[in-house]
């Protein structure tokens, strides 16, 4: 049928007529691609995943601003313990991600096909 199509519009107008019945593919392959991927349920975990962590270190930076928290400055090592605590947040934020990802997504995998 494709190649049906595509003569018929190479014959009609010259040329003008395969530019025409190009565009009318391409928008269709946009719209069937946007369709299976809305299908998939992708749209729900995505967002998800990306609100998770922002909201985690919103809440993070808040809490941070309310509480005292000051590093002992006389000790040699408070970059260090600094680093390492600025590593454990970045960490357990990875961590949740990755956590809820799986978590909204095996009820996707183990899903029956219809």
Do not use: C, K, N
């Not at 025409?20 to 991927?37: V, Y």
């Not at 006389?74 to 600025?86: F, K």
């Amino acid at each position: 049928m494709f190649d049906e199509a595509r003569q018929e519009a190479q014959r009609s107008a010259h040329g003008s007529g395969l530019w025409s019945f190009r565009a009318r593919m391409s928008a269709d392959l946009a719209i069937t691609i946007a369709r299976q991927w809305l299908r998939t349920g992708w749209p729900i975990v995505v967002p998800l995943a990306i609100l998770y962590p922002l909201a985690a270190s919103s809440a993070l930076a808040t809490l941070w601003r309310r509480v005292p928290f000051h590093m002992p400055r006389g000790t040699p090592d408070s970059d260090v313990l600094m680093l390492e605590l600025l590593a454990a947040v970045v960490l357990l934020i990875v961590a949740a991600t990755i956590i809820l990802t799986l978590w909204f997504t095996r009820p996707l995998v183990y899903r029956r096909r219809r």
